[in-house]
């Protein structure tokens, strides 16, 4: 099974070429399209678990199996930069591979669970009453992201990252535009793709500077040479961090290429569910945390992501607490959430970051469905004041979305709070943690449980503010829709027992924790920092990478990658003594107090405003008026960057218009006029001239032929006579001797 | 008067040549025209006719029978070209046909 892991992008394909291509015109059945796009989820989802588990038998530093299915581009000679060779020449060649370790694994099985799911509930979503006739389209479009976005995460290069980097966005863009016959869908798919360019841009730089710098784009070949050639803070390696870090900023929706994501939630509510908050928008995490060596490298990006991880989130969190549509509070909180997991990988706690972006992927998947699911019960109704009381009608998506807001307030047990507590504890301890981003964390914590203990009360509690039309035919939705909740609710619960907190490793947790934990199982990719804190890990790593044998180099000169096993590269964890672990527990355990306290507050806080003083939001409202606006019109960023970029961009379109307009069409026309000037002259010469010449040699032959002409009468007997004289003269001649 | 001497019949011939000529140049009908040829002919003729009757050379008489048997054939071409002509142009006048004319 574990060698069959290529196959798990190219199962979702099958689904893909048979609705794409003929399910629609040759079998035309609905539940065909949704169970096939869905079984081969199921089966991509079970190949992908085998492999997990064949990962699993062999021993940690193993954990490696990389497979190249042909060169996909072979080219030429290209230049390259090395640390003491200068410039030199490298074989551009890029096998399209796949890789399977720990980390893709445990994306593998996200995508492909999370994204069963997500596709049987779409079944029941998507099935509306006139036929829609996209929906072969939807499962299509579906299949084919699902495909690419197994292939970033299966990829063994930058490139192959690449192809599924820019393969889901591609489907994230025609996915959001959907209903195309919607204006503001498609503007909104259009946005996405624009905001994500900007970001693809940088990606290509950062791509082109990794390939000139170390010769390959193989992430095994990129981490040896980083590890043998730079030490950290190289302005090299910065450049390229940071560079990939704009790219992820496009894709992850943060600060400032965030601006997309609201928008994309005009696509249909499986499409957030699983793009826009499972899958997809966790890719700048996932390729962050792929190259955690580089990172590691540089304090000043490992900063910067940290910096603007954090201010994403509290930037979002705020912007979340006063929206009314209840998709976009959860847009915001998925930025929010997704600031949170850059702020893990900020501070260095990679494989902490990829399990908050597991446990998220379970309860933002889940609200998202589950807020799908209350829409589609109402008409479409996604403003949350119009809604209320929806219990009474809703009973399993009541209870499933309360599991959700729980698990992502933070409540102890469930599976947000794990991720999140670890999260917060390493912005404290990490290698470059720091109080003040763990303040931030803690505050963020508190305004999402506000924020979602709001939504969740105003939508299922309270007075019922339904439209009465509405009311009458609202709804629990069918099986096909509830159970992929439920499981995931209970994703949702347990997902979080896999990363267990240093301080609760107690009793039974112990066990669980020893059994499996998921930093252990990310270690050899992810790097040591999450079995450790303290800020003496980052010198740690140094040395580690000090210490790694120069890499043989072949005849071509550069370093031969694949013999170097990347958990040589990855950074080991490093041994706390007992004293240090004590002092740790203490501050760990107020640390997670204290935000538990600051969460359950924010859910007190938001109970008291919404359910038992209803007029206290509006006073509340009133007062701090300005402030709300602000954040009611999302801090304005998308009138600034109209302002900024787009008004100019518009500028500069009109000021080509004219360019165009005036110079450029002024050379065309004159070029024209003149043109036709001269053909006039060239006719004048034409006529006057050639003509002339011709018509004077005419005119001159036919009147001095008038003479001549005479000559021929055409009488007979005038040419008879002609002869006679001409024989009488002829004679004469000879008889009279003239 | 004596006897008929060569030149009797040499001053008939060119008699008939002189008549024969004039006719061609002043008749206006083309059956008129073709009819004075066969008298240019046949003054061409009696000519063979009488230089061979006196000197003693038959080649001269015998000429003359394949001479008319040409202007037969002739005769019968120039007919048919007249013919010929008078359905295109509705006349035998030759004052009529001048489509050569330069």
């Not at chain 1, 910065?238 to 496009?250: C, E, K, R």
């Not at chain 1, 499972?278 to 990006?301: D, I, K, Q």
């Not at chain 1, 997902?495 to 240093?502: F, L, T």
Request: with cysteine; net charge negative.
């Amino acid at each position: 099974m574990i060698d069959l892991f290529w196959l798990i992008p190219l199962v979702p394909l099958v689904g893909v070429v048979i609705n794409g291509l003929f399910a629609k015109r040759f079998i035309g059945s609905e539940n065909f399209t949704g169970w096939l796009a869905s079984g081969l989820m199921l089966i991509a989802f079970f190949i992908g678990a085998g492999a997990f588990l064949g990962l699993a038998e062999l021993p940690p530093e193993q954990r490696h199996i990389e497979i190249e299915l042909y060169d996909w581009i072979p080219a030429g000679l290209a230049h390259m930069n090395t640390a003491d060779a200068g410039v030199e020449s490298a074989r551009f060649t890029i096998p399209f591979g796949f890789q399977l370790d720990p980390l893709s694994a445990l994306m593998v099985l996200i995508i492909t669970g999370v994204g069963f799911l997500i596709h049987v509930y779409a079944i029941g979503y998507m099935k509306h009453d006139p036929p829609d006739p996209g929906f072969y389209r939807f499962f299509t479009y579906l299949n084919l992201f699902a495909s690419f976005m197994l292939i970033l995460v299966l990829g063994n290069s930058y490139a192959m990252m690449f192809i599924g980097w820019e393969g889901v966005g591609l489907c994230s863009y025609l996915l959001i535009g959907y209903y195309y016959t919607k204006k503001s869908a498609g503007d909104a798919g259009k946005k996405a793709f624009v905001a994500n360019r900007v970001g693809d841009a940088a990606f290509l730089l950062a791509m082109f500077a990794t390939f000139f710098t170390f010769g390959t784009l193989d992430y095994d070949g990129v981490f040896a040479g980083a590890a043998q050639h730079y030490e950290v803070g190289a302005p090299l390696i910065t450049m390229i961090t940071l560079l990939w870090f704009i790219g992820a900023t496009g894709k992850s929706a943060q600060i400032p290429l965030f601006v997309w994501l609201p928008d994309a939630m005009e696509g249909p509510t499986p499409v957030s569910a699983l793009i826009h908050a499972a899958t997809m928008v966790t890719a700048g995490v996932y390729m962050v945390v792929r190259s955690n060596v580089l990172y590691s490298l540089s304090p000043f990006t490992m900063t910067v992501v940290a910096v603007i991880g954090a201010a994403t989130a509290l930037m979002a969190a705020t912007i979340a607490m006063v929206q009314n549509d209840i998709k976009r509070v959860l847009a915001y909180s998925t930025i929010s959430q997704l600031g949170y997991m850059f702020l893990a990988c900020g501070v260095g706690a990679y494989a902490v970051g990829v399990f908050h972006l597991m446990t998220h992927a379970f309860f933002k998947a889940l609200l998202f469905m589950a807020a799908g699911s209350v829409m589609h019960a109402l008409h479409g109704e996604l403003d949350m004041w119009k809604m209320g009381n929806v219990r009474k009608y809703m009973p399993i998506t009541h209870r499933t979305f309360m599991v959700g807001t729980l698990a992502i307030a933070g409540v102890p047990g469930l599976a947000g709070f794990f991720s999140k507590d670890e999260i917060l504890w390493y912005a404290w301890s990490g290698p470059n943690g720091h109080p003040l981003l763990w303040a931030v964390g803690t505050l963020v914590a508190g305004l999402t449980a506000f924020y979602m203990m709001r939504m969740f009360l105003v939508t299922f509690y309270g007075e019922s503010r339904m439209d009465p039309h509405v009311e009458s035919h609202a709804h629990e939705n069918p099986p096909m829709m509830t159970y992929p909740l439920i499981v995931l609710a209970i994703l949702s619960v347990l997902g979080g027992y896999v990363g267990i907190p240093a301080n609760l490793r107690i009793g039974p947790l112990a066990t669980l924790h020893n059994n499996f934990d998921l930093m252990t199982w990310l270690e050899p990719v992810a790097g040591g920092h999450a079995g450790a804190g303290g800020g003496d890990q980052a010198e740690a790593d140094t040395e580690e990478h000090a210490a790694i044998e120069s890499v043989p180099l072949d005849d071509v000169g550069f370093a031969r990658v694949a013999e170097v096993i990347p958990a040589e590269v990855a950074l080991a964890p490093v041994l706390q003594d007992e004293e240090h672990a004590e002092d740790h527990t203490a501050l760990e355990w107020t640390l997670m107090l204290i935000s538990v306290a600051v969460a359950l507050a924010g859910m007190g806080l938001a109970y008291v405003i919404y359910i038992g003083n209803p007029k206290m939001a509006t006073t509340l409202q009133q007062r701090f008026s300005g402030l709300h606006r602000l954040l009611f019109n999302k801090y304005k960023v998308d009138e600034l960057y109209d302002a900024l970029f787009i008004n100019r961009a518009k500028d500069l379109g009109v000021g080509l218009w004219a360019f165009d307009d005036g110079v450029v069409d002024g050379v065309v026309n004159g070029a024209a006029s003149s043109t036709m000037q001269a053909a006039d002259a060239s006719t004048e010469f034409d006529e006057r001239v050639v003509d002339g010449a011709v018509n004077g040699v005419g005119y001159t032959l036919w009147s001095g032929s008038g003479g001549l002409r005479a000559l021929q009468t055409g009488f007979v007997q005038n040419y008879a006579l002609i002869i006679v004289i001409g024989m009488v003269a002829l004679l004469s001649a000879y008889f009279f001797g003239f | 008067m004596g006897t008929l001497g060569l030149e009797h019949y040499l001053l008939l011939s060119a008699l008939l040549f002189g008549i024969g000529v004039i006719g061609v140049l002043v008749r206006r009908n083309v059956i008129m025209v073709l009819m004075c040829l066969e008298l240019i002919f046949n003054a061409a003729n009696i000519n063979l006719v009488a230089v061979s009757r006196f000197r003693p050379d038959l080649a001269g008489q015998i000429f003359t029978i394949f001479t008319i048997t040409v202007a037969a054939a002739e005769a019968a071409i120039g007919l048919g070209l007249v013919i010929a002509l008078y359905r295109h142009v509705q006349t035998v006048n030759v004052d009529e046909i001048h489509v050569l004319r330069g």
